[in-house]
Nanobody, 125 residues
Framework: QVQLVESGGGSVQAGGSLMLSCAAS????????MGWFRQAPGKEREGVATVDTGDSRTYYADSVKGRFTISQDNAKNTLDLQMSSLKPEDTAMYYC??????????????????WGRGTQVTVSS
C-alpha cells in the first residue's frame, strides 16, 4: 500500500524558487508513474509533471516547461519538484500522486490511484 507525504511548500516572491519533496512508502520494487498535480481554489486539478520510475520518461505541462524539473531518488524513495522562476499563477495546493504501471503521455488526475494530502505554494508579486 503506497503512502505519499509532501513537504517543501511555503510562500515565496515572484521569481523565486522552491523545492517540493514527496516521501513514498510501500513503493519498493514496483514500477509506478509518479507525478505532481496542483489545484487552485475554484479550479480543476491539473497535471504539472510526471516521471516513469521504470524508464525515467518525463512529462511537463506547457505552463511549467523550462521552469520546473521533476526527479526521482530511488535510494531515498522520494519524488522531487524543483520550481524556479515562480509566478503568481503557480499559487496552488500541490499534490504528489502515484499509479502502478507506466506513465501515459499526459497527466490525468483521474488515472492516479494514490495521493498525498498536499502542500501549499503561494507566490506573491
Amino acid at each position: 500500500q503506497v503512502q505519499l507525504v509532501e513537504s517543501g511548500g511555503g510562500s515565496v516572491q515572484a521569481g523565486g524558487s522552491l523545492m517540493l519533496s514527496c516521501a513514498a512508502s510501500g513503493y519498493t520494487g514496483s514500477r509506478f508513474c509518479m507525478g505532481w498535480f496542483r489545484q487552485a481554489p475554484g479550479k480543476e486539478r491539473e497535471g504539472v509533471a510526471t516521471v516513469d520510475t521504470g524508464d525515467s520518461r518525463t512529462y511537463y505541462a506547457d505552463s511549467v516547461k523550462g521552469r520546473f524539473t521533476i526527479s526521482q531518488d530511488n535510494a531515498k524513495n522520494t519524488l522531487d519538484l524543483q520550481m524556479s522562476s515562480l509566478k503568481p499563477e503557480d499559487t496552488a495546493m500541490y499534490y504528489c500522486a502515484a499509479d502502478p504501471g507506466w506513465c501515459e503521455s499526459r497527466a490525468r488526475a483521474s488515472a492516479f490511484r494514490y495521493w498525498g494530502r498536499g502542500t501549499q505554494v503561494t507566490v506573491s508579486s
